[in-house]
């Protein structure tokens, strides 16, 4: 039996010398035959998997969801059913457009990505700490994110191309405008609501469907940074949200969120005021209030950041019976982009990992891969239909039918007021708070190359609320035009 205090090679053999390398000589030239020091050179180069193309930087916790009020009646999922019922979970924070060693404490949305093992296999809710988001088709994702990364020249971030982006897509001035406003730059991961953002459908034992949204709402308050103090603490400590939390979560100090629902009968799709899988738009809580559904409590650190953080995979197509998506066009797309980088960025096989396992087994009929480390089925049978007692499809568990209607074309929502919410979240601000947002955006702006991307993202303020497009106008030293 190997002493376990002897440090080994990485297939098990003691090591004899592990501070200097093998020499021909002791002034000699390096031999090929200290292979206990080429495997270790070797496999540093293969430290990194790649970073998330977006959300590279961020922080994860362990945790667990309760159930504190019966929602049976809208959804038969099972983390969502039995008052007190728990189901622990992971959960990542993150900042979208930076690299993963980039600073916190940037103005940029925040991720907020949930992976609950359930007892009916894993349910992941991959949204922002906003409700609403820049765009509202898959098909402009790429390019709005090049604009929000690096310049492919000066590898520098391109103002000019994120306003140009901006001003010819105005689906974006809703979120644009809640992202230059204080909320822009939360105080730390804790003080901060999180939204799944897209409809969603739930479905009852009863086979009844329900639209419905998700809020989670922060028992630590919402709290925000000034760009100045964000700006400071970017330099003095680039990872001081990672900091906050680890310590918090350490300290005993456990951040919980109320998590709550609006819900919205299947048949109000088809009459609400504008199109209700839009997710540039938030329902109304007059039409749709919030219903608690439970709380989540985070109350452990990641032993291992990279096994853990890095390598758990969040897709919102991890669904469980019980919830099933919507026809929004983004969240549509997001179906396939997330298991399609995971395949990328982790491995065919990144769900055996066991950040990402589900705690209730796997039982199916897929085999092999790289790095398939588990059993991979062992002798069990290995296709199916077969005689042999193997898993098969349970029919109670198939999604429920959703009728369409209509050519396959390539068509754009036909509600185009990108106005009203926007000009309603301005005119809900505070003085301050207004006067700050417009302060945020004329900084933001100035640096556009442009004259023209200015005006025409002026009009889109003022069309909003005639007082945001008239001061963002102003303090860029131009005036509101007519048309541009
Ligand atoms: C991460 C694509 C919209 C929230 C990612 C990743 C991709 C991606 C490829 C990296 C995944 C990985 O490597 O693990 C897209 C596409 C979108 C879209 C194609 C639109 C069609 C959104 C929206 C939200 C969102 C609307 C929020 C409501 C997130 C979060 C992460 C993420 C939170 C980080 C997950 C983690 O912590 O691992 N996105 N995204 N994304 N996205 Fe999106």
């Given at each position: 039996?190997?002493?376990?205090?002897?440090l080994?090679?990485?297939?098990?053999?003691?090591v004899?010398?592990?501070?200097?390398s093998?020499?021909?000589?002791?002034?000699?030239?390096?031999?090929?035959?200290?292979?206990?020091?080429?495997?270790k050179?070797?496999?540093?180069?293969?430290e990194?998997?790649?970073?998330?193309?977006?959300?590279?930087?961020?922080?994860?916790?362990h945790?667990?969801?309760?159930?504190?009020?019966?929602?049976?009646?809208?959804?038969?999922?099972?983390?969502?059913?039995?008052?007190?019922?728990?189901?622990?979970?992971?959960?990542?924070?993150?900042?979208?457009?930076?690299?993963?060693?980039s600073?916190?404490t940037?103005?940029?949305?925040?991720?907020?990505?949930?992976?609950?093992?359930?007892?009916?296999?894993?349910?992941?809710?991959v949204?922002?700490?906003?409700?609403?988001?820049?765009?509202?088709?898959?098909?402009k994702?790429?390019?709005?994110?090049?604009?929000?990364?690096?310049?492919?020249?000066?590898h520098?971030?391109?103002?000019?191309?994120?306003w140009?982006?901006?001003?010819?897509?105005?689906?974006?001035l809703?979120q644009?405008s809640?992202l230059?406003?204080d909320?822009?730059?939360?105080?730390?991961?804790?003080?901060?609501?999180?939204f799944?953002?897209?409809?969603?459908?739930?479905?009852?034992?009863?086979?009844?469907?329900?639209?419905?949204?998700?809020?989670?709402k922060t028992?630590?308050?919402?709290?925000?940074?000034?760009?100045?103090?964000?700006?400071?603490?970017?330099?003095?400590?680039?990872?001081?949200h990672t900091?906050?939390?680890?310590?918090?979560?350490?300290?005993?100090?456990?951040?919980?969120?109320?998590?709550c629902?609006?819900i919205?009968p299947?048949?109000?799709?088809?009459?609400?005021?504008?199109?209700?899988?839009?997710?540039?738009?938030?329902w109304?809580?007059?039409?749709?209030?919030?219903?608690?559904?439970?709380?989540?409590?985070?109350?452990?650190?990641?032993?291992?950041?990279?096994?853990?953080v890095?390598?758990?995979?969040?897709?919102p197509?991890?669904?469980?019976?019980g919830?099933?998506?919507?026809?929004?066009?983004?969240?549509?797309?997001?179906?396939?982009?997330?298991?399609?980088?995971h395949?990328?960025?982790v491995g065919?096989?990144?769900?055996?990992?066991p950040?990402?396992?589900?705690k209730?087994?796997v039982?199916?009929?897929?085999?092999?891969?790289?790095m398939?480390?588990?059993?991979?089925?062992?002798?069990?049978?290995?296709?199916?239909?077969?005689?042999?007692d193997?898993?098969?499809?349970?029919?109670?568990?198939?999604?429920?039918?959703?009728?369409?209607?209509?050519?396959?074309?390539?068509?754009?929502?036909?509600h185009?007021?990108?106005?009203?919410?926007?000009?309603?979240?301005?005119?809900?601000?505070?003085?301050?708070?207004?006067?700050?947002?417009?302060?945020?955006?004329?900084?933001?702006?100035?640096?556009?190359?442009?004259e023209?991307?200015k005006?025409?993202?002026?009009?889109h303020f003022?069309?909003?609320d005639?007082?945001y497009?008239?001061?963002?106008a102003?303090?860029?030293?131009?005036?509101?035009p007519?048309?541009?």
């Amino acid at each position: 039996m190997a002493n376990n205090k002897h440090l080994t090679t990485s297939w098990g053999a003691p090591v004899g010398d592990n501070q200097n390398s093998m020499t021909a000589g002791s002034r000699g030239p390096t031999l090929i035959q200290d292979v206990h020091l080429l495997e270790k050179l070797a496999h540093f180069n293969r430290e990194r998997v790649p970073e998330r193309v977006v959300h590279a930087k961020g922080a994860g916790a362990h945790g667990y969801f309760e159930v504190t009020n019966d929602v049976s009646n809208y959804t038969k999922a099972d983390l969502f059913n039995g008052l007190g019922k728990q189901t622990p979970l992971f959960i990542r924070f993150s900042t979208v457009a930076g690299e993963n060693g980039s600073a916190d404490t940037v103005r940029d949305p925040r991720g907020f990505a949930v992976k609950f093992y359930t007892e009916e296999g894993n349910y992941d809710i991959v949204g922002n700490n906003t409700p609403v988001f820049f765009i509202r088709d898959a098909i402009k994702f790429p390019d709005f994110i090049h604009t929000q990364k690096r310049d492919p020249q000066t590898h520098l971030k391109n103002p000019t191309a994120v306003w140009d982006f901006w001003s010819l897509s105005p689906e974006s001035l809703h979120q644009v405008s809640i992202l230059m406003s204080d909320r822009g730059i939360p105080a730390t991961f804790r003080h901060m609501h999180g939204f799944g953002s897209h409809t969603f459908k739930w479905v009852n034992k009863a086979g009844e469907g329900f639209w419905v949204k998700y809020h989670f709402k922060t028992e630590q308050g919402v709290k925000n940074l000034s760009p100045d103090l964000a700006a400071k603490l970017a330099g003095e400590n680039p990872d001081y949200h990672t900091e906050d939390l680890f310590n918090a979560i350490e300290k005993g100090e456990h951040p919980s969120w109320r998590l709550c629902v609006q819900i919205m009968p299947l048949e109000d799709a088809n009459t609400y005021r504008f199109d209700p899988f839009d997710v540039t738009k938030v329902w109304s809580q007059k039409d749709y209030p919030l219903i608690e559904v439970g709380r989540m409590v985070l109350n452990k650190n990641p032993e291992n950041y990279f096994a853990e953080v890095e390598q758990a995979t969040f897709s919102p197509g991890t669904l469980v019976p019980g919830v099933e998506v919507s026809p929004d066009k983004m969240l549509q797309g997001r179906l396939f982009a997330y298991a399609d980088a995971h395949r990328y960025r982790v491995g065919a096989n990144h769900q055996a990992l066991p950040i990402n396992a589900p705690k209730n087994g796997v039982h199916n009929y897929q085999r092999d891969g790289q790095m398939r480390f588990d059993s991979n089925g062992g002798r069990s049978v290995y296709y199916e239909p077969n005689s042999f007692d193997g898993p098969q499809e349970s029919p109670e568990n198939k999604q429920t039918p959703y009728p369409v209607e209509g050519n396959a074309d390539a068509v754009g929502y036909d509600h185009h007021d990108h106005y009203t919410q926007a000009g309603d979240l301005y005119r809900l601000l505070t003085k301050d708070e207004r006067t700050r947002l417009v302060h945020n955006v004329v900084e933001a702006m100035k640096p556009v190359a442009l004259e023209k991307i200015k005006l025409r993202q002026i009009q889109h303020f003022y069309k909003a609320d005639p007082e945001y497009g008239t001061r963002v106008a102003e303090g860029l030293g131009l005036s509101v035009p007519q048309e541009v």
